[in-house]
């Protein structure tokens, strides 16, 4: 806790502008899990998933991966949904994504109160997008009905992407 009040007043200090720190929480009901057909040792299995959970780039999920399949055999899909969601949920965290939840055939996206979203790129994402909206309550509703996970992955990484501010 320490550090990261001298980090923010550090960064205050230099003018530079305080990382958002945000956990988010990604629901989107998909299988996605090591199973123990795959990995039998839980401990080992323990260790891939803290391995998992760490990674935060698509380069690092392709390293663990790689390892994976050289050590386990090829990975199941439900083990490649994991690595998928875990790139997913940094993107999510640095962009001030609170939570995402998979319900009635949307995903529903909300943002930190000082989440970093350039308003008119959401504007623009909810024009385009059909079925989109953006609620006053401030979540933002994307149509996934019928969906398959994989797909489920693609949407919200392609709508991350596009809200992301690129300086």
Excluded: W
Excluded at 39 to 67: G, M, N, P, S
Excluded at 81 to 108: I, P
Excluded at 131 to 158: C, I, K, N, Y
């Amino acid at each position: 806790m320490y550090v990261r009040l001298l980090e923010e007043t550090v960064h205050e200090l230099k003018g530079e502008e305080v990382p958002l720190e945000v956990h988010s929480t990604l629901n989107l009901g998909l299988d996605i899990r090591i199973p123990t057909e795959y990995i039998a040792d839980e401990q080992q299995r323990l260790r891939a998933y803290k391995r998992i959970a760490d990674a935060v780039t698509q380069e690092d999920c392709d390293r663990i991966l790689a390892e994976m399949e050289d050590r386990y055999g090829p990975a199941p899909e439900t083990v490649r949904l994991l690595l998928r969601f875990s790139v997913l949920k940094s993107m999510a965290q640095k962009l001030g994504v609170e939570a995402v939840d998979r319900r009635q055939g949307a995903l529903n996206v909300k943002f930190h109160k000082d989440s970093r979203i350039d308003p008119m790129r959401l504007m623009q994402l909810v024009a385009k997008t059909e079925g989109a909206q953006f609620t006053p309550a401030g979540v933002l509703r994307l149509p996934v009905d019928g969906a398959a996970p994989g797909q489920v992955l693609d949407l919200l990484g392609e709508r991350l992407v596009e809200l992301a501010v690129t300086t």
